[in-house]
């Protein structure tokens, strides 16, 4: 059984641009949650998203922002890109909200 | 605010060591309460699960327990090795007014030395 697929693995940007992460979860999954890690605030929840719609938002600016399609694939977006958002992205499966989490590898994007 | 908190932060302990690694969370109303490991710069792997009504879960030389009223989970390894050389992450699910996701600790960095 596939675990969860985050595309790409490695980022670079340039401040000011935007970037579009991908997430595939496990198969049958269908709530999708996207994590912010870095070393100074640890893992933050940023979004969750079941059967197409959001359904939670953490604490984080409208520059975030996400969409899952009907196969339960999951984008994230962030655009004007700042230095802070250097971070490891995780993105999280789960059968239906509130249950088991399952992580994928994660994409490390950083900003010049 | 619900909050995650792990001690030590660090632990550093000889190859064969029983261990115990601490969790509390400031609300009792949960839906579930989840252990990861992290392996430098890579995803979190997940560990136990344990759901609100239950006291303990086991898996392998693991075992996490989980007691509610007092705000408390422990991660017990027995045998330690080298493999589990790691950091590891509590996450809570809380399922009070303004639960967002899960509420992670800051994670206990633990060295087995061989």
């Known amino acids: 059984k596939a675990g969860v697929t985050q595309t790409p693995r490695y980022l670079i940007k340039t401040r000011g641009q935007q970037v579009t992460l991908s997430c595939s979860p496990i198969s049958g999954h269908r709530s999708v949650s996207w994590y912010q890690q870095t070393p100074g605030q640890g893992l933050q929840f940023l979004f969750e998203?079941?059967?197409?719609?959001?359904?939670n938002k953490g604490n984080f600016p409208g520059r975030f922002s996400g969409r899952q399609f009907s196969n339960s694939r999951s984008e994230m977006n962030v655009s004007t890109l700042e230095l802070g958002d250097s971070a490891l992205y995780l993105c999280a499966s789960s059968l239906w909200s509130n249950t088991e989490a399952f992580f994928g590898q994660g994409t490390r994007l950083t900003v010049v | 605010k619900q909050e995650v908190t792990q001690i030590p932060a660090a632990l550093s302990v000889p190859e064969g060591e029983n261990l115990v690694l601490n969790c509390s969370f400031t609300?009792?109303?949960?839906?579930?309460l989840q252990w990861f490991r992290q392996d430098p710069g890579k995803g979190l792997t997940s560990l136990l699960l344990?759901?609100?009504?239950?006291r303990e879960q086991t898996s392998g030389r693991l075992n996490a327990s989980l007691d509610k009223s007092s705000g408390r989970s422990t991660l017990y390894i027995a045998a330690s090795q080298p493999g589990d050389s790691a950091t590891y992450l509590c996450?809570?699910?809380?399922?009070?007014?303004?639960?967002?996701?899960?509420?992670f600790g800051k994670g206990t960095h633990l060295i087995i030395q061989p």
């Open positions: 996450a809570v699910q809380f399922s009070g007014g303004g639960a967002d996701g899960l509420t």
């Open positions: 609300d009792s109303a949960i839906y579930n």
């Open positions: 344990i759901q609100s009504s239950q």
């Open positions: 998203y079941f059967s197409e719609t959001q359904r």
